[in-house]
């Protein structure tokens, strides 16, 4: 059996972070701080079974590039004791890690803002200013497919099991009147997400979201799935089987991210 802990820290690293991407791509006061930035940054943990657990950003201007593992000689390194800290951290709790890059004050705090603006996807936060909400739906649906295909490669028993019995299939979310998209293709136990309308074939289930308040009410599970659908919130074109399906394992790794 795999080790909880270790799961939880690798979807951080290979779902949750990728996110930055869209933040510092929407939100133009963050973005206006990573201009010009070039740095590499290293977050890890330490645990007594595994060694040291970490991944590294890259950042070049506004490009982010995740790579997985410790960097050689990073500019700021953020290293947490255990697996369960670091992890409590990204899901809104209060966890000091040790802290190598005091030297370049602006620079650590412009990473701990970035890395900050992830909690923006937690469901305690509901922002009031329309341009945030729509940053928190897109965030959220980044992320969710990306952490469903994460999982999968990672070997996570029944996303594997609901994956490796289907054929070519699309999943696709889109907002309404938003730009807001993302979609997880399924192939024979491969999966791949991405963002944006996938064009090359029609979605095998889209789950059509009216506005970005319904989203919120959906993601933030202000109503229940079934209810947003009944109330017009979420609208689902495709085998609704499958689409209940896909919403219970998303539920599941929303619970261990958030």
Request: charged share 20%; net charge positive.
């Amino acid at each position: 059996m795999q080790d909880q802990s270790l799961i939880t820290s690798r979807l951080f690293f290979g779902a949750a972070f990728p996110v930055m991407r869209a933040v510092l791509e929407y939100d133009s006061v963050m973005a206006e701080k990573f201009k010009d930035v070039s740095a590499t940054v290293q977050i890890g943990a330490k645990d007594q079974r595994f060694g040291l657990i970490a991944c590294h950003l890259v950042f070049d201007d506004l490009k982010l590039d995740i790579v997985d593992g410790s960097a050689e000689n990073p500019d700021i390194a953020l290293t947490f004791s255990s697996l369960d800290k670091m992890n409590a951290m990204f899901k809104g709790g209060f966890s000091v890690p040790q802290i190598k890059g005091f030297s370049k004050p602006r620079l650590l705090l412009k990473i701990l803002s970035l890395l900050m603006s992830l909690k923006l996807m937690l469901p305690s936060t509901r922002p009031k200013d329309p341009e945030k909400q729509a940053l928190k739906v897109r965030m959220s649906l980044y992320m969710i497919t990306r952490a469903l295909s994460v999982a999968n490669k990672m070997g996570m028993p029944d996303i594997v099991e609901w994956t490796k019995r289907q054929p070519d299939r699309i999943y696709q979310f889109s907002v309404e009147a938003s730009g807001i998209a993302a979609y997880l293709r399924v192939k024979a136990g491969k999966t791949k997400s991405g963002h944006g309308i996938y064009q090359r074939r029609s979605p095998f289930v889209l789950f059509r979201f009216m506005s970005v308040e319904g989203a919120l009410k959906v993601l933030l599970k202000e109503v229940a799935f079934v209810s947003g659908v009944e109330q017009g919130c979420v609208e689902i074109v495709g085998s609704p089987e499958y689409a209940s399906q896909l919403n219970d394992l998303m539920a599941m790794l929303q619970g261990m991210l958030t």
